[in-house]
């Protein structure tokens, strides 16, 4: 109940590219420019980071289902609006509003993160991408036979029966008793059966003992004397090697990402199959896409045991291979009016996706979780992600005007060499962070010689 909200947002990365194709058709009331267009697809995710900032204080104030559906009133009251719009205006307010709860999946990695055996939390966190998927692929269902306005109250109507429904779903005990609540806290854990799972609270986090120069707030010994250094202040934690160093990975990884052409497949998979001259019915196509994007995510779940890099570099390389594909049909079939072999544009696309979902789409954010310390986690998790939707709001809205300047053929190249840039920073840059703790994480971002002892009870 608390994930079916990525299913809604997942039927809004779909809804704009079914809303585009449908404006297109003469009988439409409503008409719009290439940049109209790329305003209504780009917007929400312009939106998202204000969203987020939002998300990220009414998670620690109120809990992570009260946030959940405190975030369904804008969801909501966006559906409502783009159900009756009748104008370019009103369509972008609702789409406008519909990106303050876009990044509500922090609350989904938190509760799951929270109340979930650390030994099967990745099994369940890919329960989030998997919902998406599912999303992505009913709406493309609803596409074939309802108008974009009726596929909007449908999702009005979801939004309001799960914001019911979360009344059922407890706040996750760790949550409660940091708050103080600890006997609501000890009848949600007999309620979920988590006393023997769980067990007692996790034991500290193991000591890393590097160079002193690293560490803030120690004292020196000279002979019998002790002399206290003074508190660090907190901005400079963020000039310390191992909170720049992987906000530096990071957001080069986001950047790998957001190039490959990825999410502009998700929110242009109608123009994208019309730009490639695909021969089939583009909902049709897309729902292929909707299809590969779930069991992409049922893949992912399943080797959630692999090493993170080495699915990196399969995801990336099987992603640049399906476009090299595209690019090489295309330039070898230019010009003419029906090109055999047909299905080879469709098994790409529907490849390139299902590959995506291995590693490239997923993995960015889940890093931004894992190699950060304690003290900065927060914000910076913060920053790094809002720098990552800043980055997808950007190639989402100059999309189009790169396929008029440039070319299909020339873009998804483009694209295809971005997909190989993420097999090279798996191998040579991309920290492994599968099965390690924080502690272990972070000394790789250390220099070898600094590191004295590690003291792992």
Known sequence: MMCFT???IGCSYSFSSTLLSEL??????????IEE??????????ICPIGLLMIGILTDKFGRRKTVQIVYIPMALSWLIITFANSYTTILI????????????????LYISEITPANLRPLYITLVTMTVGLGMMVECILAMFFHWQIISGIMLVMSVANFCTLFM????????????????????????DLGHVMGTPATAAPATTVDTADVPDTATVDGDKK?????????????RRNVWMPTAITLTFFVC???????????????????????????????????????????????????????????GGCMAVSLLVVVAYMSAFTGVQDPPFAMTLIIAFVMFMFFALFAILPMPW?????????????????????????????????????ISSLGVEIVWSIFAFFCILNVLFAIFIMPETKGKTLAEVLLYFEPQKQVKKINFP
């Not at 058709?25 to 420019?33: D, G, V």
């Not at 005990?173 to 009848?187: C, F, I, N, Q, V």
């Not at 002399?227 to 963020?238: E, I, Q």
């Open 24 to 33: 297109r058709e003469p009988s439409s009331t409503i008409h719009l420019t």
């Open 257 to 315: 990402q957001q190039g490959s052409g990825v999410y502009v497949l998700l929110f242009y998979s109608m123009d994208v199959l019309r730009d490639c001259r695909v021969p089939w019915d583009s909902n049709t196509v897309s729902l292929f896409l909707s299809v590969a994007r779930l069991m992409g995510g049922v893949g992912f779940a399943a080797m959630h045991r692999v090493a993170r890099r080495k699915l990196v570099m399969i995801s």
């Open 37 to 46: 267009e790329s305003w209504i697809t780009s917007i929400t995710v312009l």
């Open 94 to 109: 609702g789409k406008i509003i519909l990106g303050i709860p876009f990044g509500v999946s922090t609350c989904m990695f």
């Open 6 to 8: 990525q299913f809604l």
């Open 169 to 192: 779903v407890p706040e996750p005990p760790m949550w409660l008793r940091s708050k103080g609540r600890t006997a609501e806290a000890d009848e949600v854990d007999k309620w979920l």
């Open 366 to 402: 889940i890093l931004c979780g894992e190699v950060f310390p304690m003290e900065v986690k927060g914000v910076m998790n913060g920053v790094v992600q809002t720098c990552g939707y800043v980055m997808w709001f950007m190639i989402c809205k100059i999309y189009p005007s790169m």
């Open 227 to 239: 002399t206290a250094v003074a508190p660090t202040p907190y901005w400079s934690l963020f000039l």
